[in-house]
């Protein structure tokens, strides 16, 4: 059996047994454990895989094309890194059922690794939708007292955002005359569509994508989506894993449709500059710790966006970069929320200080996951977002410098939480870090380090992928005059005073930078 | 065209409608004499047996572009397919009905033969290739109807279910019977084929479109498009909820099975401004059938609605017959059935012995008092709002394709910002059986034979989703077969 097929039945085949093991805490651990280390271990397998391709519903020209290698072989092994310690955590805190707990995690995770594995557009859109009910029902199963709401606000914004997206991709097919839904077919057939109905296909399935990437302003979701999940933060892990706005936009939006995304770059780019700075400024003024940490985490999505919307070869594979990275940071500091919530039963950041003294480990691997958060050189987050940065200020310096300063915030409200939590004078002492606690933030850690130190083979299997939108970007014809007077019209009637500012001063076509 | 003196019968392709006639029949008399409900359940579920045998076997002898009666009666593979449809929809619904009938008093024998004798009805309609054919079909389906939804005598909510269907029926039947007659008069036939073959020699144009305009609008009633939908969220309220369980998809598959025949033959020749009628309907369908959806309070209420704006989703397959509209509209129906009877069937373990109890509030906690159930309901919402990887995704998908490259790319938007509003009201109830908790006592009723129904239907959802590429292919080669075969 195929490798791409194995890494995506082995978390069903989990989630089967936690289900089965219902309220039996033991086997609940047991087969969270076995089904996150398995899906890892096959998962490091998965560079150089061969790709699957069957037919699926020929009828529609739909197949089930996965291919494990590309920036897949870096997500799905990040994420299945990440999962082991999640599920572990989840299984040992919920307190009700923590086996319907366990199974709709690894149930997510199977659609994420099919999300990044996919190759054939409705396929992707079956994972893409198929991961949203496991994470919409660990928030309103298993979250706090205000759950329902938020579950309601991140159905409408999910939902309206890929039905939208189902239609385009389905337009997309039959506009362009293409005989099947596989990447391949869909690159050659839509390339010679025109440059205004390229433009509404890429708006169709960018309104999708920036819901889940997310940018402002549709990004209120994931602040509530965090907030009022289960306090343990494993819940809110999986919804930093499943930020595939992104890598939607890097593998199939640019690629598929070069000249809408050259059309709408600019304002996407200017969206993200913005959301760059806007969730970094609201981080430092946020007392709730996981508040704090999904404006934080919003802050670095602008930045991804950034990278991506630079058209650049090096913004996309630092974007993407980013994306894993991100993965393993804001992972790692939602599970030490967790953890401090279960000493104080309290996500205000008031309800700390001077831990330090108390609890020095779980001061300084907090300390180290701030520092990669923040994007300090030598750790995870940092290759990815110099090179996101490094790419748009090719093409766009203006928004890159704009998105440049979230990063100066980010070191305020980074070494602004730790001061308040660890330092200053010490309230109630809190308990170390326990053995348990500890081997959960392993993973984090040593995958930090990794990405930190060993970036090259990872941006190589990123880049292979990138190559595509980097070509198809390359070989679209510059747009004429009247085409930027239109967008640039288009902005002036759309776009709210931030934007446009930020958008009024970028040099034209954005897709110099690629050739 | 001109068409053979002698009735040509092959009886191999009424062998299907032939059974379930012999077997209602049949148990009709055993019933005279034998008061037992079961036995003739047992009958009933036998003659499905058959009709199905004899189904499969025209099915699979490839048995497109036959016919019965110069064309009147057509045993090609669009109408064969719908024959499946319809069949499991019975075989469930008498499922579903098996253990239920004593429960509400309501346990006399006659039901089973009845329900035979609509399911002869659709396909009947599903076959019709002439109006005769097709009215015939109507009135077979129809009636027993009318009085399974009258079936818990003394409830007056069930009265007048029975009755308001009827009276509606019936003017749904009148309209139909006048188009047909002003059709004729344009014509000078009743068979579709001739009816295509006078229109393209340029007959009388207004009067066959208006003729086409009243048939369509009688189907309509039937089918619960938009504006003649009004009755049937009445109706399958009221209604004893093991027989809302047939009707939502048995009369269903017939109504959609006659439309879209109608839409691939005489729509084309008529008038364009029918076909912007219709899509109109079904634009008004989808609107109304799931903003009315979202503010119910019942969850039978709810289905009945969202059964409206299923009928939407398939005009969207009825509008674009040409490009694989066909195949979609057998394929939703399919995933449909699966999806809707189950939904149904486990809203019949939820009521009391009244029929009542169908509050969102009693679904309250249903995850933790009964899990099997609750997880079982929630695929077939989530299947119903369209949730990849399950049956009612691949058909959204397959409506959609065909709406789209039919060119009514308006009207998929309608339908796909109308799903938002869907998902939000079945999620609500998946919301409130994981995310609450639980208000009353869990159901205490449980029936093995329900319980067949709920796990076959579950089943068929989740694989029909998972592997929707071989009923398609089966149906589309059957489709394309027909099309050449009769001009389809």
Redesign the interface.
Known sequence: MSTALVVLLVPVLGAALASLAGARRNLVTLSAVAGTVATFLVALFMPGASAIDVPWLPGLGTSFALDPGGAASVLVVVAALVMIPTALVGSLTVEDKPGRFVAWLLLAQAGLNGIFMARDLLLFYVFWEGTLIPSLLLLGAFGLDKRRAATLKYLAYAVTGSFVMLVTILALKVLSGAATFHLEDLVLAARDLPVTTQAWLFAGLALGMVVKLPLWPLHSWLIDLNEQNHPSGAADVLGTLYKVGGYGFFAWALPVLPLGAERLAPVLIALGAFTAVYGAVIATNQTNLKRLLAYASLSHMGIVAVGIFGLHVAGLNGAIYLLAAQMLSTGGLFLITGMLHARRLSFDVDAYGGLAKSAPMLAAVSLFLIFAFIGVPGLGNFPGEFLSLLGAFQTAPFAAVVATLSVIAAGVYGVNVYQRLFQGAQTTPARDLGPVELYVLVPFVAGVLWLGFSPAPQLDRIEAQSQLAVVQLATVDEPTQADVGAVAAERARGGPPEELALAATEPGPAVEGVR | MSFPPVLDVEWSHLAPALALLVTAIASLLVALFQRDSKLTAAVALLGVGTAFTFNLSTFLAGGAGEASFGLRYLADTPSLAFNFVILVGTVLAILVSYDQLTRLEMDHPEYYPLMLLSALGAMVMAAAGDLITLLLGLEILSLPVYVLSAWRSGARQSEEAGMKYFLLGAFGSAILVYGSALLYGAAGTFVYEGVVAALSQGSVLSLATLGAGLVIAGLSFKAALAPFHQWSPDVYTGAPTTVTTFMSVVVKAGAFAALIRLTATVLPEVAPWLTTALAVSVALTLVVGNLAALVQRGVKRMLAYSAVAHAGYLGLAVLAPAF?GV?AAVWYLTAYTLMNAGAFAVLTLMVDKNDHGDDIERFAGL?HTRPGLAAALTVFL?SLGG???LAG??GK??V??AA??GGF?WL??IG??T??VA??YY?RV??AM??RRPEYEGPTFRSSATAIAVAAALVGTVLLGI???WW??AI?GAAQAAQTALGF
Do not use: K, N, Q, T
Request: charged share 10%.
């Open positions: 694989g195949e995850g989530l949730i990849p990887p995704f691949a998908v397959m959609f394709e789209i490259a790319v998929a938007v796909i910002l799903s938002v998902l939000v999620f998946v919301a994981y995310f592997l929707p590429g398609h292919d589309r």
